[in-house]
């Protein structure tokens, strides 16, 4: 298993302007259990809300499973027995994760950046797009539809002539103190099937794809590299 760790800069909010502070990065290339990836998060965010720990963003893989946002409707799931179902107290609904999918955990201060929870979830939409745009994928943020869409013109249009749209993207976060936990997910290469086994974010009328669904040979270290670059832009603004 192979697991790298850095920092990068951050400009952060502060009263004065804006402060120097640094954010560890984690890579991780093996599967990691979901309740060990949990187990770390409530470790990381404790040592960030007593000031032991350093902000951190994990990029990482699961096995396949499927987690329950706090607002999971039942008859979302699908096939409970496809595959492991866990309890993730974020926000959102019932979500897939499973090998070729990135998962970013995010383990930021948002009080640092204001306090403003809908800002910090536009940031991370806003960091999404921005690396997705680094492969010239277009994703695009739908009001009443959770994380990022890209139009698939070449699909069938919808009973009221609108352009097919599949998700590429899904965020949920949770806060305690002001520091989050989980973040985002994005498809690179995924067994786009396993999504079968729910109704992902409680979306019935759209589909899911992925970076080489869309005819794209990413790889999760090109993608890795575009977060990385894109994560300061946004962030330091």
């Not at 760790?5 to 951050?10: A, D």
């Not at 402060?19 to 093996?30: C, G, L, Q, S, Y």
């Not at 409530?42 to 946002?69: F, K, Q, S």
């Not at 067994?191 to 970076?211: A, E, W, Y």
Request: glycine share 10%; charged share 25%.
């Amino acid at each position: 298993m192979r697991c790298q760790e850095g920092n990068h800069p951050l400009f952060i909010a502060s009263r004065g302007g804006y402060a120097n502070t640094m954010v560890k990065w984690i890579t991780t290339d093996a599967l990691t259990d979901y309740e060990d990836a949990l187990a770390f998060m409530e470790t990381r965010v404790a040592g960030i809300i007593d000031g032991t720990a350093e902000e951190c963003i994990w990029l990482l893989e699961h096995p396949p499973l499927y987690t329950a946002g706090t607002s999971a409707k039942p008859d979302d799931l699908v096939d409970p027995d496809r595959f492991p179902v866990y309890e993730a107290r974020r926000g959102g609904e019932y979500t897939y994760h499973g090998p070729g999918q990135r998962v970013a955990y995010v383990m930021l201060d948002v009080g640092k950046r204001g306090h403003d929870v809908r800002q910090f979830v536009k940031d991370l939409e806003t960091w999404v797009i921005a690396t997705l745009d680094s492969f010239n994928v277009k994703g695009e943020i739908r009001d009443g539809r959770v994380g990022v869409w890209v139009q698939q013109p070449q699909k069938p249009r919808h009973a009221d002539g609108s352009v097919a749209e599949d998700k590429i993207a899904a965020l949920g976060i949770r806060l305690r103190k002001w520091v989050s936990f989980h973040g985002l997910s994005i498809n690179v290469e995924p067994d786009l099937s396993h999504f079968d086994g729910i109704v992902p974010c409680g979306i019935r009328d759209h589909g899911v794809t992925s970076l080489v669904d869309l005819g794209l040979p990413v790889t999760m270290d090109d993608l890795d590299v575009a977060l990385k670059a894109n994560f300061a832009k946004v962030f330091a603004d």
